[in-house]
């Protein structure tokens, strides 16, 4: 199995650029989460997704976008990069209900500049 | 709103030693997960929690759901070089279960061989 993969490991940006950071998991896992990380905040979640079709906001939003067409994909879109946007980012995903551990992807580290 | 606090920050210890960590919460959680982030790697579930009191071990990891369900512990004996990384407690976000978690900022692990 490969579990959550994420694809770019590595970004760079220049400011106003778009882009999109790549989600897959094979597990048929229902929920799906998108993550950011920053150096002393621990894991802040940014959306997320408890079924195909459906996706809600995290706790910092703003400037990301997501929408979920399949049960195993669940791509990030940055809209307009900034350089607060220069983070490393962890898709998650989760067993239906009645399971609460998330598996997480290796991460895609993104600079903006 | 929920919050996660985790300590100490940082840990320098010398291989062989004990090590003990707590997360602390203002409110109740039904559920407390232990992962460990390797460098350049994402986390990786170690132990989950499901009942208050209930204390649960991996190998030389032994983590423990605190009676008053604000807080856990994760305690590793007899530490190794590989057990370096960043701990991270976390818990479900908001009621009900929908795959999101919230985390806490994380301990960081360094062991002197």
């Known amino acids: 199995n490969a579990g959550v993969t994420q694809t770019p490991k590595f970004q760079v940006l220049k400011t106003g650029q778009s882009m999109t950071l790549q989600c897959a998991q094979d597990?048929?896992?229902?929920?799906m989460s998108w993550y950011r990380q920053d150096p002393g905040m621990g894991l802040r979640l940014i959306h997320y997704?408890?079924?195909?079709?459906?996706?809600d906001q995290g706790e910092v939003p703003n400037g990301y976008n997501v929408s979920r067409s399949t049960t195993e994909d669940f791509p990030l879109r940055l809209l307009s990069a900034a350089p607060s946007q220069t983070s490393v980012y962890f898709c998650?995903?989760?067993?239906?209900?009645?399971?609460?551990?998330?598996?997480f992807g290796q991460g895609t580290r993104l600079t903006v500049v | 709103g929920q919050q996660l606090n985790q300590s100490p920050q940082s840990m320098f210890i010398q291989e062989g030693e004990d090590v003990s960590m707590n997360c602390t919460s203002s409110?109740?959680?039904?559920?407390w997960l232990w992962y460990k982030q390797d460098p350049g790697e994402g986390p990786v579930l170690l132990i989950a929690?499901?009942?208050?009191?209930e204390l649960t071990s991996n190998g030389r990891l032994t983590a423990q759901f605190g009676i008053t369900r604000k807080d856990s512990f994760l305690n590793i004996s007899a530490s190794i070089p590989s057990d370096v990384g960043i701990y991270f407690c976390?818990?479900?976000?908001?009621?009900?279960?929908?795959?999101?978690?919230?985390f806490g900022q994380g301990t960081t692990l360094q062991v002197k061989p």
């Open positions: 998650a995903s989760s067993y239906s209900p009645g399971f609460t551990e998330a598996f």
């Open positions: 597990m048929n896992h229902e929920y």
């Open positions: 997704s408890v079924g195909a079709g459906i996706t």
């Open positions: 409110s109740i959680f039904n559920t």
């Open positions: 929690l499901y009942k208050a009191g």
């Open positions: 976390a818990g479900p976000k908001g009621s009900g279960n929908t795959g999101k978690l919230i």
